[in-house]
C-alpha cells in the first residue's frame, strides 16, 4: 500500500498547505520586482532596498536577519523528520539521502567542468539547492494525479538538500573570520543544548533569547548568520510523542510557518529577484557561470537524483516506497531543479559586491527554475499518476 493522504501527519499537511501557497506568492512577487525593476521605477525600486537602517541596508536585514528565520524552520522541520518523520529510521531516509546527495554533486560537478580556473567558480554551490516552496507549489497543482508519497519524498530530499546547501554556505561562502565570535556563538549554543538537554527548560524564552545572541555573534564571526538559526533549532526540546502536546519545537514550527511563508519568503523575493534585463542579457546567460548554473539546475539535479536513488535501490541498500516508480523519482528530480531562493541566496555570497556577475546568475537561476517547473509540471501530470508500487 502506499502512503494515504489521511495518514499523513498533522505537521507535514501544516507544512505542505503553508509551502504550496508561499509557492504561489513568490511566483507573484517575482513577477512584480521583474517588472518593476525593468520600468522606469527600476532605480527608485533598487535603491529602497539599499537603504540604511541601523548599520545595514534593508536588503541585509532581509538576508542575514529574516533568512536567519528561514533557516530556524528549515532546522525546526529537518528535526522532526529525522526524529518522526520520513527520515526517522534510517531504512526510510536512505532513498532520499542518496536523492539528496546526487542532487547536489551532478550540479556541482557540471558547473566546475564549465567553470574551472575562471572567476565563476565561486558559483559551485548555486545550482546546489531545491526550492521546497515552489517545487510543493507544483504538486498542489497536481493535487490527486500524484501519490502523497510523492510530496513526502520531495519533501525529504529538498529537506536534506538544504541542509547540504547550509554546510556549504558555512565551509566555502564565510567571510573575515572572528575566532573569538565563533567561539563565543557555539558557547551559547552549548549553553541552550545544556539548557535543553539537562535542564529540560520547556519555555521557549530563553532559547530565543540565546538565539539572538548567537545570530549576533554568528554576524560578527564571519561564519554567515543565518547559520544561527539551524543550530538554534537543534537545540530547542522536541518530542516526538504527541504532536498536539506541542513540545518547544513544535510550537515554535507553528509559529513561524505563517510569517516565514507569506513575509520571509515574499520580502526575499522582492529584495532579491530584481534583476535588470539590459540590452546585453544575452551575453550575461552566455557566460560559463550562467551555463554551469542553468544545466546545473535542470541537467544535472534530475540525473543525479534518478542515478544514486536507482544505485541505492540496485545494491539493495533501499527500495522505493510503494505508490512510487521510476517517473515518479525522474519527476522529483526535475522539480529538484527549482532552485530559486537557495540559489539566489547563495548567488549573493558567491558574487558579493560584483553586481554583474549577480544579475547574470540570478537571470539563469530564474530561467532555469522557470523552465524546470514546467517540465516538472508536465512530466507529472502525464506519467504521475499513482502506480501500484515497484
Not at 88 to 98: D, E, N, R, T, V
Not at 161 to 168: N, Q
Not at 179 to 187: E, K, N, T, W
Not at 321 to 326: Q, V
Request: positive net charge; proline residues 4%; aromatic residues 10%.
Amino acid at each position: 500500500m502506499g502512503i494515504d493522504q489521511r495518514t499523513l501527519s498533522k505537521s507535514f499537511n501544516r507544512f505542505f498547505d503553508s509551502e504550496k501557497s508561499s509557492g504561489v506568492l513568490l511566483m507573484i512577487c517575482t513577477a512584480f520586482a521583474l517588472l518593476i525593476t525593468n520600468s522606469p521605477f527600476g532605480a527608485a525600486y533598487l535603491g529602497l532596498w539599499h537603504w540604511n537602517a541601523g548599520g545595514l541596508s534593508l536588503v541585509h536585514w532581509i538576508n542575514d536577519l529574516l533568512m536567519a528565520i528561514f533557516f530556524l524552520l528549515i532546522g525546526l522541520e529537518l528535526e522532526r523528520e529525522l526524529y518522526s518523520g520520513e527520515l526517522s529510521s534510517l531504512k526510510s531516509a536512505l532513498l532520499p539521502m542518496f536523492a539528496a546527495v546526487g542532487g547536489m554533486i551532478a550540479p556541482a560537478l557540471i558547473h566546475f567542468a564549465l567553470n574551472a580556473g575562471t572567476p565563476g567558480r565561486a558559483g559551485i554551490g548555486i545550482p546546489m539547492a531545491t526550492d521546497i516552496a515552489f517545487a510543493l507549489a507544483v504538486l498542489a497543482m497536481l493535487g490527486r494525479r500524484v501519490p502523497p508519497a510523492l510530496k513526502v519524498f520531495v519533501v525529504a530530499f529538498a529537506v536534506m538538500d538544504d541542509l547540504g546547501a547550509i554546510v556549504i554556505i558555512a565551509a566555502v561562502y564565510s567571510a573575515k573570520f572572528s575566532l573569538a565570535y565563533l567561539v563565543g556563538a557555539i558557547a551559547v549554543w552549548l549553553l541552550l543544548v545544556a539548557l535543553s538537554r539537562l535542564f529540560r527548560v520547556m519555555a521557549l524564552a530563553p532559547y530565543l533569547v540565546g538565539g539572538v545572541v548567537m545570530w549576533f555573534m554568528m554576524l560578527n564571526s564571519g561564519v554567515h548568520a543565518t547559520i544561527a538559526g539551524v543550530a538554534l533549532a537543534f537545540a530547542i526540546p522536541y518530542s516526538a510523542r504527541d504532536e498536539d502536546t506541542a513540545s518547544p519545537s513544535h510550537r515554535l514550527e507553528q509559529i513561524l510557518h505563517k510569517p516565514v511563508a507569506f513575509l520571509v519568503l515574499p520580502l526575499f523575493a522582492l529584495a532579491n529577484t530584481g534583476v535588470v534585463i539590459g540590452d546585453d542579457w544575452m551575453r550575461g546567460l552566455a557566460s560559463t557561470n550562467s551555463a554551469g548554473i542553468a544545466a546545473g539546475l535542470l541537467l544535472g539535479k534530475p540525473l543525479g537524483v534518478l542515478l544514486l536513488s536507482f544505485l541505492a535501490v540496485a545494491t539493495g541498500l533501499c527500495r522505493l516506497p510503494a505508490g512510487l516508480s521510476w517517473r515518479h523519482v525522474v519527476g522529483a528530480g526535475i522539480l529538484g531543479g527549482i532552485g530559486f531562493t537557495m540559489s539566489i541566496f547563495i548567488t549573493n555570497l558567491a558574487f558579493a559586491g560584483n553586481a554583474e556577475a549577480t544579475n547574470a546568475s540570478k537571470m539563469a537561476i530564474l530561467l532555469a527554475s522557470l523552465t524546470a517547473g514546467s517540465i516538472g509540471f508536465l512530466w507529472l501530470r502525464l506519467l504521475g499518476r499513482p502506480s501500484g508500487g515497484m
